[in-house]
Protein backbone atom coordinates (compact mmCIF):
# COMPACT_ATOMS: atom_id res chain seq x y z
CA UNK A 1 0.00 0.00 0.00
CA UNK A 2 0.68 3.35 -0.86
CA UNK A 3 1.83 6.47 1.76
CA UNK A 4 -0.33 9.48 0.97
CA UNK A 5 2.48 11.24 -0.42
CA UNK A 6 3.36 8.99 -2.92
CA UNK A 7 -0.57 8.86 -3.52
CA UNK A 8 -0.44 12.71 -4.27
CA UNK A 9 2.38 12.19 -6.41
CA UNK A 10 0.81 9.53 -8.50
CA UNK A 11 -2.71 11.91 -8.97
CA UNK A 12 -0.84 14.40 -9.95
CA UNK A 13 1.12 12.09 -12.81
CA UNK A 14 -2.47 10.97 -13.54
CA UNK A 15 -3.98 14.72 -14.19
CA UNK A 16 -0.58 15.28 -16.24
CA UNK A 17 -0.93 12.34 -18.74
CA UNK A 18 -5.55 13.17 -18.31
CA UNK A 19 -4.00 16.61 -20.10
CA UNK A 20 -2.73 15.17 -23.43
CA UNK A 21 -6.41 12.97 -24.21
CA UNK A 22 -7.64 14.63 -26.73
CA UNK A 23 -11.72 15.36 -27.54
CA UNK A 24 -12.22 13.46 -30.71
CA UNK A 25 -15.19 16.10 -31.53
CA UNK A 26 -13.79 19.76 -30.39
CA UNK A 27 -10.05 18.51 -30.45
CA UNK A 28 -8.83 20.06 -27.38
CA UNK A 29 -7.66 18.47 -24.23
CA UNK A 30 -9.68 16.96 -22.04
CA UNK A 31 -8.42 19.43 -19.10
CA UNK A 32 -8.74 22.46 -20.97
CA UNK A 33 -12.94 21.17 -21.57
CA UNK A 34 -12.88 20.92 -17.76
CA UNK A 35 -14.31 17.52 -18.27
CA UNK A 36 -12.04 16.26 -15.88
CA UNK A 37 -14.67 16.18 -13.03
CA UNK A 38 -12.42 14.25 -10.57
CA UNK A 39 -9.09 12.51 -10.21
CA UNK A 40 -8.67 9.49 -7.49
CA UNK A 41 -5.80 7.34 -6.39
CA UNK A 42 -6.42 4.19 -3.75
CA UNK A 43 -4.41 1.60 -2.90
CA UNK A 44 -4.86 -1.46 -1.24
CA UNK A 45 -3.60 -5.13 -1.23
CA UNK A 46 -4.74 -5.61 -4.69
CA UNK A 47 -3.21 -2.94 -6.55
CA UNK A 48 -3.36 0.96 -7.36
CA UNK A 49 -6.58 2.23 -8.88
CA UNK A 50 -7.17 5.51 -10.79
CA UNK A 51 -10.83 6.28 -10.45
CA UNK A 52 -11.56 9.42 -13.20
CA UNK A 53 -14.70 11.17 -13.07
CA UNK A 54 -15.66 12.86 -16.99
CA UNK A 55 -18.30 15.13 -17.44
CA UNK A 56 -19.41 14.38 -21.04
CA UNK A 57 -20.56 17.52 -23.40
CA UNK A 58 -23.69 15.67 -23.16
CA UNK A 59 -25.62 12.48 -21.70
CA UNK A 60 -26.16 10.84 -25.35
CA UNK A 61 -22.75 12.05 -26.43
CA UNK A 62 -21.67 9.62 -29.17
CA UNK A 63 -18.22 9.98 -28.97
CA UNK A 64 -18.32 8.72 -24.79
CA UNK A 65 -16.36 4.84 -25.72
CA UNK A 66 -13.66 6.39 -27.82
CA UNK A 67 -13.03 9.09 -24.92
CA UNK A 68 -13.46 6.48 -22.01
CA UNK A 69 -11.06 4.03 -24.45
CA UNK A 70 -8.31 7.35 -24.97
CA UNK A 71 -8.47 8.01 -20.76
CA UNK A 72 -7.55 4.57 -19.41
CA UNK A 73 -4.87 3.83 -22.18
CA UNK A 74 -3.26 7.83 -21.09
CA UNK A 75 -3.48 6.75 -17.16
CA UNK A 76 -2.84 3.13 -17.56
CA UNK A 77 0.39 4.37 -19.10
CA UNK A 78 1.67 5.92 -15.57
CA UNK A 79 4.09 3.83 -13.61
CA UNK A 80 2.55 2.78 -10.58
CA UNK A 81 -0.87 2.66 -12.00
CA UNK A 82 -2.64 -0.60 -11.74
CA UNK A 83 -6.02 -0.31 -12.88
CA UNK A 84 -8.30 2.71 -13.78
CA UNK A 85 -12.28 3.16 -13.27
CA UNK A 86 -13.74 5.76 -15.31
CA UNK A 87 -17.49 7.35 -13.99
CA UNK A 88 -19.14 9.05 -16.53
CA UNK A 89 -21.39 12.12 -16.05
CA UNK A 90 -22.88 14.61 -17.95
CA UNK A 91 -22.43 18.53 -17.85
CA UNK A 92 -24.73 20.56 -16.14
CA UNK A 93 -26.37 23.75 -18.16
CA UNK A 94 -24.10 25.95 -16.43
CA UNK A 95 -21.15 24.08 -17.45
CA UNK A 96 -22.27 23.79 -21.22
CA UNK A 97 -22.65 27.47 -20.97
CA UNK A 98 -19.26 28.08 -20.02
CA UNK A 99 -17.98 25.71 -22.60
CA UNK A 100 -19.77 27.47 -25.23
CA UNK A 101 -18.38 30.59 -24.08
CA UNK A 102 -14.46 29.43 -24.00
CA UNK A 103 -14.71 27.74 -27.45
CA UNK A 104 -16.53 30.33 -29.28
CA UNK A 105 -15.43 33.42 -27.32
CA UNK A 106 -18.60 35.08 -26.72
CA UNK A 107 -22.18 34.25 -25.23
CA UNK A 108 -23.12 35.85 -28.42
CA UNK A 109 -23.30 33.79 -31.75
CA UNK A 110 -21.41 35.47 -34.32
CA UNK A 111 -19.94 34.51 -37.50
CA UNK A 112 -16.07 33.44 -36.48
CA UNK A 113 -14.96 34.17 -39.60
CA UNK A 114 -16.15 37.70 -39.86
CA UNK A 115 -13.98 38.44 -36.65
CA UNK A 116 -11.40 40.70 -36.59
CA UNK A 117 -8.40 38.28 -36.41
CA UNK A 118 -9.40 35.40 -37.93
CA UNK A 119 -7.22 33.91 -41.03
CA UNK A 120 -9.50 31.33 -42.36
CA UNK A 121 -9.28 31.03 -46.39
CA UNK A 122 -12.59 30.74 -47.22
CA UNK A 123 -13.25 29.07 -50.60
CA UNK A 124 -16.85 29.24 -52.58
CA UNK A 125 -16.93 26.56 -55.08
CA UNK A 126 -19.67 26.73 -57.57
CA UNK A 127 -20.45 26.02 -61.08
CA UNK A 128 -22.82 27.14 -63.74
CA UNK A 129 -24.38 24.20 -64.13
CA UNK A 130 -25.11 20.71 -62.20
CA UNK A 131 -23.48 17.45 -63.11
CA UNK A 132 -19.95 19.25 -63.70
CA UNK A 133 -18.44 17.40 -60.50
CA UNK A 134 -18.66 19.78 -58.45
CA UNK A 135 -19.05 18.22 -54.98
CA UNK A 136 -16.58 15.35 -56.23
CA UNK A 137 -13.84 18.18 -56.60
CA UNK A 138 -14.67 19.90 -53.33
CA UNK A 139 -14.87 16.73 -51.27
CA UNK A 140 -11.63 15.56 -52.93
CA UNK A 141 -9.84 19.17 -52.22
CA UNK A 142 -11.59 18.92 -48.78
CA UNK A 143 -9.50 15.78 -48.18
CA UNK A 144 -6.14 15.89 -49.83
CA UNK A 145 -6.11 19.25 -47.63
CA UNK A 146 -6.48 17.55 -44.53
CA UNK A 147 -3.96 14.60 -45.51
CA UNK A 148 -1.11 17.40 -46.09
CA UNK A 149 -2.00 18.98 -42.27
CA UNK A 150 -4.35 21.58 -43.51
CA UNK A 151 -7.04 22.21 -41.00
CA UNK A 152 -10.17 22.28 -43.07
CA UNK A 153 -13.92 22.26 -43.37
CA UNK A 154 -16.69 22.18 -45.36
CA UNK A 155 -19.76 23.39 -45.50
CA UNK A 156 -22.38 21.53 -47.88
CA UNK A 157 -24.44 24.90 -49.02
CA UNK A 158 -26.07 22.71 -51.66
CA UNK A 159 -29.55 22.69 -49.60
CA UNK A 160 -31.45 20.83 -52.39
CA UNK A 161 -28.80 18.73 -53.57
CA UNK A 162 -26.57 17.79 -50.85
CA UNK A 163 -24.12 15.07 -51.53
CA UNK A 164 -21.03 15.86 -49.28
CA UNK A 165 -22.03 13.63 -46.52
CA UNK A 166 -22.06 10.69 -48.76
CA UNK A 167 -18.63 11.61 -51.09
CA UNK A 168 -16.90 11.57 -47.55
CA UNK A 169 -18.30 8.82 -46.19
CA UNK A 170 -20.08 11.18 -43.10
CA UNK A 171 -22.75 8.85 -41.55
CA UNK A 172 -23.11 10.39 -37.97
CA UNK A 173 -24.90 13.54 -36.66
CA UNK A 174 -23.39 16.63 -35.20
CA UNK A 175 -23.53 16.47 -31.43
CA UNK A 176 -25.29 19.59 -30.00
CA UNK A 177 -24.43 21.13 -26.64
CA UNK A 178 -27.66 23.15 -26.63
CA UNK A 179 -27.41 25.86 -29.17
CA UNK A 180 -23.96 24.35 -30.01
CA UNK A 181 -23.00 22.20 -32.69
CA UNK A 182 -19.99 19.85 -32.55
CA UNK A 183 -19.44 18.18 -36.33
CA UNK A 184 -18.75 14.95 -37.18
CA UNK A 185 -15.51 14.44 -38.44
CA UNK A 186 -14.75 12.47 -41.56
CA UNK A 187 -10.61 12.11 -43.17
CA UNK A 188 -9.98 14.82 -40.91
CA UNK A 189 -12.53 17.29 -42.49
CA UNK A 190 -15.11 19.16 -40.25
CA UNK A 191 -18.29 18.64 -42.00
CA UNK A 192 -21.94 20.26 -41.79
CA UNK A 193 -24.87 19.54 -44.47
CA UNK A 194 -28.58 19.83 -44.20
CA UNK A 195 -28.55 16.19 -44.88
CA UNK A 196 -27.70 15.51 -41.59
CA UNK A 197 -30.93 17.37 -40.43
CA UNK A 198 -33.65 15.56 -42.33
CA UNK A 199 -34.97 11.94 -42.60
CA UNK A 200 -33.32 10.01 -45.91
CA UNK A 201 -35.14 10.25 -49.12
CA UNK A 202 -37.22 13.53 -47.90
CA UNK A 203 -36.49 16.71 -50.33
CA UNK A 204 -36.32 20.27 -49.04
CA UNK A 205 -38.71 22.24 -49.84
CA UNK A 206 -37.67 26.02 -48.67
CA UNK A 207 -37.45 29.30 -50.39
CA UNK A 208 -34.91 32.01 -50.37
CA UNK A 209 -35.20 32.90 -46.54
CA UNK A 210 -35.19 29.45 -45.37
CA UNK A 211 -31.92 29.40 -47.18
CA UNK A 212 -30.37 32.00 -46.05
CA UNK A 213 -31.41 31.01 -42.52
CA UNK A 214 -30.17 27.38 -42.93
CA UNK A 215 -26.26 28.93 -43.92
CA UNK A 216 -26.46 31.20 -41.04
CA UNK A 217 -26.81 28.36 -38.54
CA UNK A 218 -23.83 26.54 -40.26
CA UNK A 219 -22.22 29.11 -39.74
CA UNK A 220 -23.20 30.77 -36.76
CA UNK A 221 -24.08 27.74 -34.73
CA UNK A 222 -21.23 25.07 -35.31
CA UNK A 223 -17.90 25.40 -33.34
CA UNK A 224 -15.31 25.70 -36.45
CA UNK A 225 -12.17 25.95 -34.29
CA UNK A 226 -8.83 27.05 -35.74
CA UNK A 227 -9.66 26.25 -39.37
CA UNK A 228 -6.59 26.96 -42.11
CA UNK A 229 -9.58 26.64 -44.80
CA UNK A 230 -13.40 26.24 -45.40
CA UNK A 231 -14.88 25.03 -48.27
CA UNK A 232 -18.65 25.72 -49.12
CA UNK A 233 -19.87 23.35 -51.99
CA UNK A 234 -22.47 25.52 -53.29
CA UNK A 235 -25.49 24.85 -55.46
CA UNK A 236 -25.24 25.16 -59.01
CA UNK A 237 -26.19 28.46 -60.45
CA UNK A 238 -26.23 32.33 -59.15
CA UNK A 239 -29.37 32.18 -56.72
CA UNK A 240 -30.07 33.01 -53.33
CA UNK A 241 -26.97 30.91 -51.54
CA UNK A 242 -24.73 32.40 -53.52
CA UNK A 243 -25.93 35.60 -52.78
CA UNK A 244 -25.94 34.93 -49.21
CA UNK A 245 -22.62 33.51 -49.13
CA UNK A 246 -21.32 36.78 -50.41
CA UNK A 247 -23.67 38.78 -47.64
CA UNK A 248 -22.26 36.53 -44.81
CA UNK A 249 -18.46 35.65 -45.98
CA UNK A 250 -18.14 39.36 -47.70
CA UNK A 251 -13.99 38.21 -47.55
CA UNK A 252 -14.78 34.60 -49.48
CA UNK A 253 -13.45 33.98 -52.93
CA UNK A 254 -14.90 32.25 -56.02
CA UNK A 255 -13.91 28.69 -57.20
CA UNK A 256 -15.43 27.85 -60.98
CA UNK A 257 -15.63 24.38 -61.90
CA UNK A 258 -16.73 23.62 -65.47
CA UNK A 259 -16.22 20.41 -67.73
CA UNK A 260 -14.33 21.07 -71.58
CA UNK A 261 -18.19 21.08 -73.15
CA UNK A 262 -18.06 24.66 -74.57
CA UNK A 263 -22.26 24.68 -73.23
CA UNK A 264 -21.04 23.62 -69.86
CA UNK A 265 -18.23 26.42 -70.15
CA UNK A 266 -20.20 29.57 -71.17
CA UNK A 267 -23.11 29.15 -68.19
CA UNK A 268 -19.97 28.49 -65.43
CA UNK A 269 -18.48 32.28 -67.23
CA UNK A 270 -22.00 33.84 -66.06
CA UNK A 271 -21.50 31.89 -62.37
CA UNK A 272 -18.21 33.09 -62.09
CA UNK A 273 -19.31 36.64 -62.91
CA UNK A 274 -21.28 37.17 -59.83
CA UNK A 275 -18.09 38.03 -58.33
CA UNK A 276 -18.22 41.35 -60.29
CA UNK A 277 -21.64 42.27 -58.18
CA UNK A 278 -21.07 40.99 -55.03
CA UNK A 279 -17.12 42.17 -54.88
CA UNK A 280 -15.68 38.82 -54.34
CA UNK A 281 -12.27 37.29 -55.51
CA UNK A 282 -12.45 35.15 -58.24
CA UNK A 283 -9.60 32.53 -57.25
CA UNK A 284 -9.39 30.15 -60.37
CA UNK A 285 -11.11 27.60 -62.63
CA UNK A 286 -10.89 24.11 -62.37
CA UNK A 287 -12.01 21.69 -65.58
CA UNK A 288 -13.20 18.60 -64.38
CA UNK A 289 -13.77 15.59 -67.02
CA UNK A 290 -10.87 17.02 -68.78
CA UNK A 291 -10.23 13.75 -70.87
CA UNK A 292 -10.12 9.88 -70.45
CA UNK A 293 -6.80 8.06 -70.78
CA UNK A 294 -6.28 5.33 -72.63
CA UNK A 295 -4.52 2.13 -72.33
CA UNK A 296 -1.80 3.05 -75.63
CA UNK A 297 -1.43 6.55 -73.22
CA UNK A 298 -3.28 8.96 -75.50
CA UNK A 299 -5.97 11.21 -74.14
CA UNK A 300 -10.22 10.73 -75.38
CA UNK A 301 -11.78 14.15 -74.91
CA UNK A 302 -15.05 12.76 -74.38
CA UNK A 303 -16.37 16.38 -73.48
CA UNK A 304 -14.25 18.74 -75.89
CA UNK A 305 -11.25 20.70 -75.00
CA UNK A 306 -10.77 24.01 -73.92
CA UNK A 307 -13.55 25.30 -71.78
CA UNK A 308 -11.70 25.33 -68.43
CA UNK A 309 -9.25 27.75 -70.16
CA UNK A 310 -12.06 29.38 -72.26
CA UNK A 311 -13.66 30.16 -68.63
CA UNK A 312 -10.08 31.37 -67.16
CA UNK A 313 -9.78 33.69 -70.21
CA UNK A 314 -13.04 35.43 -70.07
CA UNK A 315 -13.50 35.71 -66.70
CA UNK A 316 -10.17 37.71 -66.73
CA UNK A 317 -11.09 40.05 -69.42
CA UNK A 318 -14.73 41.04 -67.03
CA UNK A 319 -12.72 41.37 -63.96
CA UNK A 320 -9.49 42.88 -65.15
CA UNK A 321 -7.85 40.42 -63.07
CA UNK A 322 -5.55 37.21 -63.55
CA UNK A 323 -8.37 33.89 -63.37
CA UNK A 324 -5.90 31.31 -63.61
CA UNK A 325 -7.11 27.62 -65.12
CA UNK A 326 -5.93 26.10 -61.53
CA UNK A 327 -5.98 22.36 -62.91
CA UNK A 328 -7.62 19.48 -65.29
CA UNK A 329 -9.33 16.59 -63.49
CA UNK A 330 -8.98 13.36 -65.97
CA UNK A 331 -12.39 11.16 -66.40
CA UNK A 332 -11.62 8.27 -63.73
CA UNK A 333 -13.50 5.46 -62.90
CA UNK A 334 -11.96 5.38 -59.46
CA UNK A 335 -12.84 9.13 -58.83
CA UNK A 336 -16.61 7.83 -59.11
CA UNK A 337 -16.44 5.07 -57.28
CA UNK A 338 -14.43 6.12 -54.49
CA UNK A 339 -16.77 8.85 -54.06
CA UNK A 340 -19.87 6.44 -53.60
CA UNK A 341 -17.76 4.66 -51.05
CA UNK A 342 -17.18 7.66 -49.16
CA UNK A 343 -13.72 7.33 -49.58
CA UNK A 344 -11.92 10.25 -51.54
CA UNK A 345 -10.04 8.75 -54.35
CA UNK A 346 -7.20 11.40 -52.90
CA UNK A 347 -7.38 8.95 -49.89
CA UNK A 348 -8.09 5.37 -51.69
CA UNK A 349 -6.03 6.20 -55.06
CA UNK A 350 -4.02 8.80 -54.54
CA UNK A 351 -1.94 7.92 -57.21
CA UNK A 352 -4.18 7.73 -59.67
CA UNK A 353 -4.17 10.92 -62.41
CA UNK A 354 -6.96 12.49 -61.08
CA UNK A 355 -5.98 12.52 -57.40
CA UNK A 356 -2.62 13.57 -58.37
CA UNK A 357 -4.03 16.71 -60.02
CA UNK A 358 -6.68 17.18 -57.14
CA UNK A 359 -3.93 17.16 -54.79
CA UNK A 360 -1.85 19.72 -56.75
CA UNK A 361 -4.58 22.08 -56.64
CA UNK A 362 -5.92 21.87 -52.80
CA UNK A 363 -2.07 22.83 -51.97
CA UNK A 364 -1.82 25.72 -54.60
CA UNK A 365 -5.21 27.10 -52.79
CA UNK A 366 -4.01 25.93 -49.43
CA UNK A 367 -0.89 27.55 -49.70
CA UNK A 368 -1.83 31.14 -51.68
CA UNK A 369 -0.86 34.24 -49.76
CA UNK A 370 -3.69 36.40 -48.46
CA UNK A 371 -4.07 40.01 -48.13
CA UNK A 372 -3.94 42.11 -44.92
CA UNK A 373 -8.04 41.75 -44.43
CA UNK A 374 -8.55 41.09 -41.27
CA UNK A 375 -5.05 40.52 -39.93
CA UNK A 376 -3.81 42.45 -36.99
CA UNK A 377 -1.22 44.38 -37.00
CA UNK A 378 1.14 45.42 -34.27
CA UNK A 379 0.77 49.23 -34.72
CA UNK A 380 -0.43 51.75 -32.21
CA UNK A 381 -1.50 55.18 -32.85
CA UNK A 382 1.03 57.83 -31.27
Given at each position: ???????????S????????V?D????????E??????????S????????????L????C???D???????????S?????AV?????????A?R????????????P???F???????K?I??G?G???V???TV??????A????G???GV????I?????????G???QP?????MLL?P?A?E?????I??F????Q???????M????????L????????D??????????G??A???A??L??????T??T??????E????????AL?TN??L?????????????D?S???????????????S?????????EL??Q?????D?R?D?????????A?P??P????L????????????????????????
Open positions: MLNPSDISALEAVTVALGKIPEIRKPITLKMVRSVQVTDDSGTTARIGIDTTSGPMRTIVDRVKTAVGVAGIDAVELGAMDAQEELRVMLRGSATVIPTQPGNLTIAISKGGGKSTANLAAMAKNIKVIDADYGFSIPRLLVTGTRVDSLIHVKVVSGMVPAGPVVWRGPLHRALEQFTDVYWGDLVLLLDLPPGTDIISVQLPNSEILVTPQAAAAVAERSGSIQQGIGVVENMAWLEQPGRLEIFGSGGGASVAALSRMTGTSVLGIPLDVLAGDDGVPTVIHDSAAIATEVALNLAHRERGLAGMRLNISVV
